[in-house]
């Protein structure tokens, strides 16, 4: 069983940074590509940023230059560094996971996710 848990989120003013942890447990071999995406209210789940295990990185056209995706491969965690934040990037922010299990198959895990609110 694998686990991912979202944590970092909160209310910020615009202008201001927020930094998303996201932390995979749980019984597999290993973790290939990791990622945010976000959900606002009444629209749908898009990619934020995605990062592979080599460290290779891809963002949405809206947070290029804004916000960063890390991860550390020892501790099974991802991280997305958010920057000049304004409003529109609120959004619940869910973690994902492309997991290489036990039985040698793959599965993608999601997180619960985590509330990002920008006032103006």
């Known amino acids: 069983q694998v686990q991912l848990v979202e944590s970092g989120g909160g209310l910020v003013q615009a202008g201001g940074s927020l930094r998303l942890s996201c932390a995979a447990s749980?019984?597999?071999?290993?973790?290939?590509?990791m990622g945010w995406y976000r959900q606002a209210p009444g629209k749908q789940r898009e990619l934020v940023a995605v990062?592979?295990?080599?460290?290779?990185?891809n963002y949405a056209d809206s947070v290029k230059g804004r916000f960063t995706i890390s991860r550390d491969n020892a501790k099974n965690t991802v991280y997305l560094q958010m920057n000049s934040l304004k409003p529109e990037d609120t959004a619940v922010y869910y973690c994902?996971?492309?997991?290489?299990?036990?039985?040698?198959?793959?599965?993608?895990?999601w997180g619960r996710g985590t509330q990002v609110t920008v006032s103006s």
């Open positions: 749980g019984s597999f071999r290993s973790i290939d590509d």
């Open positions: 994902n996971a492309d997991v290489f299990r036990l039985s040698r198959t793959r599965g993608i895990y």
């Open positions: 990062i592979t295990r080599g460290d290779s990185t």
